[in-house]
């Protein structure tokens, strides 16, 4: 398997997380996938062939709400490969200085990793566990739902092993952490900085309550732009 690396931003670490995860991906599961791709930010992608182009530079912080996946997977088209996509700033969000070092980032990219390895299943051989699973066709919800039970399935594996089974209550104890100063900052109004911490909360532990506040302070942070422009707006036409 190719991982090829498509920015210097990336942490030094994360070609070998992403080795240590492929192990526990079955070699028959990987078949036709040579190529996986480590992106800083998400990058565009072409709407014809699905294929990854240079990230916008201008585009805001992903914890603002700017493509906040933090893997995609992209068919093969024509003479373009199949690839995964691993995105870092998703990734590593929340994680501070060793921790990114740790069998936590481990498991964390082994299940973006492994949830792109069940669409790439889907679009190669039809299905992920059996051939009459999938009723209305390879996008959309039920699509969606067998990739997140393939990653399910395999760190569930994973946490068997004690040097993952720790991370699970270590992550979450990071996710109320930054939960916990996420409503600090809200209830002082500062939302571009609520929804840092909400997002790294949301990332850390996606079955709290951190991801419907990361999406309540996005909104915050929306009409107060707006409202900002619109004064600024004003001003420059006054001016005029």
Same mark, same amino acid.
């Given at each position: 398997m190719k991982i090829q690396v498509e920015s210097s931003n990336i942490p030094s670490c994360m070609t070998w997380h992403v080795r240590r995860a492929l192990k526990w991906i079955p070699a028959a599961d990987l078949f036709g996938l040579d190529l996986i791709c480590l992106f800083e930010k998400h990058p565009v992608q072409n709407r014809?062939?699905?294929?990854p182009e240079a990230p916008d530079p201008t585009s805001p912080p992903v914890y603002l709400g700017y493509?906040?996946?933090?893997?995609?997977?992209?068919?093969?088209?024509?003479?373009?490969?199949?690839? @995964?996509g691993l995105i870092s700033e998703g990734l590593f969000a929340g994680l501070p200085g060793v921790? *990114?070092?740790?069998?936590? $980032?481990?498991l964390r990219i082994a299940g973006v990793l492994a949830h792109e390895v069940g669409h790439h299943l @889907?679009?190669?051989?039809?299905?992920?566990?059996?051939p009459n699973e999938l009723r209305n066709g *390879?996008?959309?919800?039920? $699509?969606?739902?067998?990739?997140?039970?393939?990653a399910a399935e395999k760190t569930a594996k994973m946490t068997k092993r004690v040097s993952y089974k720790i991370a699970g209550p270590i992550t979450r104890s990071l996710s109320r952490l930054y939960y916990e100063r996420g409503v600090l900052?809200?209830?002082k109004e500062h939302y571009r900085r609520a929804s840092y911490y909400f997002y790294c909360a949301y990332k850390?532990?996606?079955?709290?309550?951190?991801?419907?506040?990361w999406k309540y302070v996005l909104a915050k942070v929306k009409k107060t732009d707006k409202t900002v422009n619109g004064r600024q707006s004003l001003a420059g036409a006054e001016r005029r």
């Open positions: 014809v062939t699905g294929q493509k906040s996946s933090s893997g995609f997977y992209s068919q093969r088209f024509m003479t373009n490969p199949p690839l @995964i921790f *990114k070092y740790t069998p936590l $980032a481990t @889907i679009y190669t051989r039809g299905y992920v566990f059996n *390879k996008n959309g919800a039920e $699509a969606e739902g067998l990739a997140n039970l393939y900052a809200s209830e850390l532990d996606e079955s709290s309550d951190a991801g419907k506040a």
